[in-house]
C-alpha cells in the first residue's frame, strides 16, 4: 500500500476515548443518565479504533524502519500505544461489568485510571508525532533540485 494508514487511524481513538472520558464527567456532575451509555460507546468505540490504528501501526513498521527512524523511537512509540489500550480495556471492563452489577461503582478509582489513560494517549501521540516531525517516518523526500531547475 502506497498511504499509510496509521496516521489516518490514530485520530478516532485519540477523539473518542477522550470525549469518552469528558461524557463520563459530564454524567457524574451533570447527573444525566442518557451521558452513561454514550460514553461506554465512544469508549468501545474508541477501543476499536485503537486497535485498527495499532494494527496498522505495525504495518507500517518496517517502512519506518526503513526510513531510518531509530528503533528505540519506534519501540517507545509502540510499547506506550499498547499500555494505553491496555488501560483503556481496563475502564471498558470496568464499565462493562459495573453494567451487569458484577463490581460496585467505583468513580474514583475509575477516573484515576482514566487520567492515567488519557495521559498515556497525549504521550503516545507525543512520540508517534516524534517519529514523523523528527525523525521523518513516513514522510517522502522530494527530489533534490539542480541548479538549472531553480533558474526557470
Known amino acids: 500500500m ?11 481513538p485519540i477523539a473518542l ?8 464527567a459530564l454524567e457524574l456532575l451533570l447527573k444525566r443518565d442518557f451521558l452513561r451509555p454514550a460514553a ?3 469508549l468501545g468505540l474508541g477501543m476499536l479504533g485503537g486497535i ?29 500505544a499498547l499500555l494505553t489500550l491496555a488501560v483503556f480495556a481496563v475502564l471498558l471492563a470496568m464499565r462493562w461489568l459495573r453494567g451487569r452489577r458484577w463490581i460496585p461503582e467505583h468513580p474514583a478509582v475509575f477516573f484515576l485510571i482514566a487520567l492515567a489513560g488519557l495521559a498515556l494517549l497525549g504521550a503516545t501521540g ?16 522530494a527530489a533534490p ?8
Open 2 to 12: 502506497s498511504h499509510p494508514l496509521h496516521p489516518i487511524l490514530v485520530h478516532f
Open 17 to 24: 476515548l477522550s470525549t469518552a472520558i469528558l461524557f463520563e
Open 40 to 42: 461506554t460507546w465512544l
Open 52 to 80: 485498527l490504528a495499532t494494527v496498522a501501526g505495525f504495518w507500517n513498521e518496517e517502512a519506518a524502519e526503513a526510513a531510518g527512524v531509530p528503533e528505540t523511537a519506534i519501540d517507545r512509540h509502540e510499547n506506550l
Open 126 to 141: 507525543y512520540f508517534g508525532g516524534d517519529l514523523v516531525y523528527r525523525y521523518g517516518a513516513g514522510v517522502e523526500r
Open 145 to 152: 533540485t539542480t541548479p538549472q531547475a531553480e533558474s526557470r
